[in-house]
């Protein structure tokens, strides 16, 4: 019985397109965003709705990079943070759904994990999958709240 990564994979969806405990969904927040607010709209550290998409889309193929144990750790490092010029709506929805296409890569991956898998030590790190998957999570909760911050502006 692998209950730990269904309750993870439940998780993940629930986070993606559920009705999470902390708020709205990823999906239900993307959904709200215009074209010009995704260039435009910018936190404190100067971060565009956009690069912080980009961000997250970074780290989710980093996870599936170590589930996968494909890819060196430079490309998401060099990858991070990229500031991104405004782009037309067609680069917007592409990184949307570059974004869902993540989503179902790692769904796919959890359904091949077992329980087993979460003590072992991820590759090129000091830290255990089961961290790697929880870490993601809250990255994800993190960096959609500061979306959802930037559209109330």
Not at 84 to 101: I, T
Not at 106 to 120: I, M
Request: with cysteine.
């Amino acid at each position: 019985m692998n209950r730990e990564i269904v309750s993870i994979k439940n998780r993940c969806i629930d986070i993606y397109e559920g009705t999470p405990w902390h708020g709205d969904s990823i999906v239900s927040v993307l959904n709200k965003v215009e074209q010009l607010k995704a260039y435009n709209e910018r936190g404190k550290k100067g971060h565009s709705i956009y690069e912080l998409l980009l961000h997250m889309i970074n780290w989710r193929l980093f996870v599936i990079s170590r589930l996968s144990n494909e890819g060196a750790l430079e490309f998401f490092e060099h990858h991070n943070w990229r500031n991104q010029p405004a782009a037309s709506d067609a680069d917007w929805q592409n990184a949307v759904h570059g974004f869902r296409k993540t989503q179902e890569q790692l769904l796919s991956y959890l359904n091949c994990l077992q329980d087993n898998v979460l003590d072992r030590e991820v590759k090129e790190r000091t830290y255990s999958f089961r961290e790697l998957l929880y870490g993601i999570m809250q990255h994800d909760i993190y960096h959609i709240g500061q979306i959802a911050y930037l559209l109330k502006g």
